[in-house]
């Protein structure tokens, strides 16, 4: 079945740093959606792209849709410790988690 | 999100029970899903419902059953037949013409 591919699981950065989290699929994509699970919480979502190459910003945060709709990214500039958490992607019409990339930023 | 209640928050199970998790929603969305979460394997699909009395297995849907006799309520059953069932589970709700997945709170389920 349809795989999604997350790296790395693990991120640990200075609070200023910036984080970027890759979504990897073997497969053509319909689309892809983000979430982000705090610690202690549950998914939120964030975001869905749809079109080839599609690039969407929320304030720091930059997810782009890669032309062949077979990886997607997350991009946070500068980090801050409100952006601990796990970021999962989630792809295709029955929406295939990807394992997820677990945040931690130190102060 | 608070259009979604999941309960208990944590339930312990006992060797060959069976145990259920209660998933109610109050924002009239067709579809329901039970996920199951292990620490760093983000989400695997168990059931997934997109009508009443309807209901489909996900990827790991072995040991597990579900009902969907109402729109509001897709209770998930863990039976004795799942050994390894230490997890965190999260019911999420979509509704019709919406693409994005709302969880619930979720329910950490043990083993005694």
């Known amino acids: 079945g349809q795989q999604v591919m997350q790296i790395p699981q693990y991120q640990h950065v200075q609070e200023g740093e910036d984080f970027t989290t890759y979504c990897n699929s073997s497969?053509?994509?319909?689309?892809i959606q983000w979430y982000k699970q705090r610690p202690g919480g549950h998914p939120v979502f964030l975001i869905q792209?749809?079109?080839?190459?599609e690039v969407k910003k929320q304030k720091r945060l930059t997810f782009q849709f890669g032309e062949a709709k077979k990886n997607s990214s997350l991009h946070i500039t500068a980090t801050q410790t409100t952006d601990v958490g796990t970021y999962f992607c989630?792809?295709?019409?029955?929406?295939?988690f990807g394992q997820g990339t677990e945040l931690s930023v130190k102060p | 999100d608070g259009g979604i209640t999941q309960s208990p928050k944590y339930l312990f199970r006992k060797e060959g029970q069976n145990v259920t998790l209660s998933c109610e929603q109050n924002?009239?969305?067709?579809?329901m899903y039970w996920y199951r979460q292990d620490p760093g394997q983000g989400l695997r699909l168990i059931y997934y419902?997109?009508?009443?009395?309807?209901?489909q297995k996900g990827d790991i849907a072995e040991g597990y059953s579900v009902s969907r006799e109402k729109k509001e309520s897709f209770p998930l059953t863990v039976t004795s037949a799942q050994k390894n069932p230490t997890a965190f589970y999260l019911c999420?709700?979509?509704?019709?013409?919406?693409?994005?997945?709302?969880f619930g709170s979720g329910t950490q389920l043990s083993v005694l």
């Open positions: 989630a792809a295709g019409g029955k929406l295939i």
């Open positions: 497969t053509t994509l319909s689309n």
């Open positions: 792209l749809v079109k080839s190459g």
């Open positions: 924002l009239n969305h067709d579809a």
């Open positions: 419902s997109q009508i009443v009395n309807d209901f």
């Open positions: 999420a709700t979509k509704g019709q013409g919406d693409e994005k997945l709302f």
